[in-house]
């Protein structure tokens, strides 16, 4: 099973709204990523966290926050959010831990299906 | 920025192979090739990856050139659900690199 699960699929607020995406996976990875992907644009990294602590941070705005609570399991909260951040957000997990080496296999990232964000 | 080179678009008969090129010419030696794909509205789902020897599974072959500059992502079979936007990407993990995707090339089979 390499299945992402990313909730809710489409998700409409208003910019004073405060949200959360989620996102789960049950292949004990130990590494998931947050993607922010504009239409006809490539996915482009937010965030990654390996082993439940944040290991990157793309100079993302303070209005979006990840969060970690368990090695299954990913948020994205989101406050203040303005219409230039609809996009489609990608969640993604691969089994080894952040800036490890090891199998090639191992680094394999597994996409969800994503949220559709639109911020009226 | 991507370190990779697509062209922009490709048609495909279905039933025939179709061939997808890419450009990676300031590849280093312990940078590896990726291909992940993404159908219409749908996440990226890994494909094949390879360091410089030739690689199938049951989805795709990739062939690596001898100087590594450059590789082909074979699909022997293109079907109508094969249409989606192609990426290959360079990509090292056990630092700091992270997974850059370019532009890609969109793929469309047709019947």
């Known amino acids: 099973d390499t299945e992402v699960t990313q909730t809710p699929k489409h998700l409409v607020m208003g910019m004073t709204n405060k949200k959360s995406l989620k996102c789960e996976q049950h292949?004990?990875?130990?590494?998931m990523y947050w993607y922010k992907q504009k239409a006809k644009k490539p996915p482009e990294l937010m965030f990654v966290?390996?082993?439940?602590?944040?290991?990157i941070n793309e100079s993302v705005p303070s209005r979006f926050s990840p969060e970690c609570p368990n090695s299954s399991l990913l948020n994205l909260h989101l406050h203040a959010l303005q219409p230039e951040d609809s996009a489609l957000y990608l969640c993604?997990?691969?089994?080894?831990?952040?800036?490890?080496?090891?199998?090639?296999?191992?680094?394999?990232?597994?996409f969800g299906a994503g949220t559709r964000l639109s911020v009226l | 920025d991507a370190k990779t080179t697509q062209p922009t678009s490709m048609d495909c008969a279905e039933g025939r192979a179709a061939n997808l090129p890419c450009n990676h010419s300031?590849?280093?030696?312990?940078?590896?090739v990726y291909w992940y794909r993404q159908i219409h509205s749908q996440g990226p789902q890994y494909i094949i990856h390879?360091?410089?020897n030739n690689e199938t599974n049951e989805m795709a072959s990739l062939i690596i050139t001898e100087d590594r500059k450059s590789s082909t992502l074979i699909l022997p079979h293109a079907t109508l659900r094969d249409t989606a936007v192609y990426y290959c990407?360079?990509?090292?993990?056990?630092?700091?690199?992270?997974?850059?995707f370019g532009k890609g090339t969109k793929l469309t089979v047709n019947p």
């Open positions: 993604a997990s691969s089994q080894q831990g952040w800036g490890t080496s090891g199998s090639r296999a191992k680094n394999i990232q597994y």
């Open positions: 292949m004990g990875h130990r590494a």
């Open positions: 966290y390996s082993y439940e602590k944040l290991s």
């Open positions: 300031t590849i280093s030696g312990n940078e590896y």
């Open positions: 390879g360091l410089k």
């Open positions: 990407i360079v990509y090292f993990k056990g630092g700091s690199e992270k997974l850059v």
